[in-house]
């Protein structure tokens, strides 16, 4: 039978909106938790995080309450908004899966290099020190530095970088494709009569 009627669409489009209204609580919630516990502590990525969630969450209730009222201009800055973030984030989420070896190193180095805040993360959690090579006149969070037993975090990380690309970039693209259904159903919702509305009225 399909979703054809203005009501099916509308559920399908809050339902839809809130999906990303969680999925937006759930990022700003585990970046928070992340820098509370000390796992994270550069405030660029947690504040990167928690920018995203926010700009997440903003359009997804822009989306929700232009669904629920049937309100075109909210639904057509939405369709928009949500068009232009399916293109950044299946371009990004592409690039993550066709990323090769080289590019990956050379990536990984660089920030590396970028941020000492993230160095010291990484190498508390890996429990390794330096990225090529261990430096003993250096300092280092990992906890095997005092026995002078650590081996250099490049190897640890590219173990586990190759894994979070492949995820970030499925997950990405997953999501990509919810977008674009999203503005689909937008597009097609706001160009449906609401059955309830004065027959006369002008959409």
Known sequence: MGCAGFTCSKHS???LNILYVLVSLLMIAIAAWGKWFGLVSSFQV?????????FLFFVAL???????????????FYMIILFMVFIVQFSVSSACLAINKEQQDHLLEVGWNNSRSTQKDVEKTLNCCGFRQVDLNATCPAACFPNHS???????????ADEV????????????????VGVWLTYRYRNQKDP????????
Do not use: M, W, Y
């Open 46 to 54: 947690v504040g990167g995080v928690i920018g995203v969630g926010v």
């Open 13 to 15: 489009l809050c339902a």
């Open 62 to 76: 822009a989306g929700l309450i232009g669904a629920v009222k049937h309100h075109q201009v909210l639904l057509f």
């Open 196 to 203: 309830r509305a004065n027959p006369s009225a002008f959409l």
């Open 165 to 180: 690309l492949r995820f970030v970039g499925g997950t990405g693209l997953f999501f990509s494709f919810t977008e674009i």
């Open 150 to 160: 650590c081996l250099p975090c490049a190897d640890k990380i590219q173990e586990h």
